[in-house]
């Protein structure tokens, strides 16, 4: 079982940055793929990257609208994921969830391909 804890969202201005946090507890959680993605309200939520780790090294994914802006990353010595967000927009307003898969998907992007989620932690970005 792996159990995953979001933190550092908050109200941010426009061109403002935020670096999220998803601490797991679960001594496998290094050797899954790890995403972050988005919902906004009255939308479906939203893939927003990944991360996978392999003997080559980290593996990355973003999607078209954060590409360039945010950075996902994980420290796998202090269990801990992270997203760093920088040049935000209103459009990023969203609550975020940090997610992990066990199932077996190699390069993971649908919520579907994820097992394990966090609650949430609400991003506010004002213009």
């Known amino acids: 079982q792996v159990q995953l804890v979001e933190s550092g969202g908050g109200l941010v201005q426009a061109g403002g940055s935020l670096t999220l946090s998803c601490a797991a507890s679960?001594?496998?959680?290094?050797?899954?793929?790890m995403g972050w993605f988005r919902q906004a309200p009255g939308k479906e939520r939203e893939f927003v990257a990944r991360?996978?780790?392999?003997?080559?090294?980290?593996?990355?994914f973003y999607a078209d609208s954060v590409k360039g802006r945010f950075t996902i990353s994980r420290d796998n010595a202090k269990n801990t994921g992270y997203l760093q967000m920088n040049s935000l927009k209103p459009e990023d307003t969203a609550v975020y969830y940090c997610?992990?898969?066990?199932?077996?998907?190699?390069?993971?992007?649908?919520?579907?391909?994820?097992?394990?989620w966090g609650q949430g932690t609400q991003v506010t970005v004002s213009s």
């Open positions: 997610a992990a898969s066990s199932k077996g998907y190699s390069y993971p992007v649908m919520p579907r391909e994820y097992d394990y």
């Open positions: 991360i996978t780790w392999s003997g080559s090294g980290s593996s990355t």
């Open positions: 679960g001594r496998t959680f290094s050797s899954y793929p």
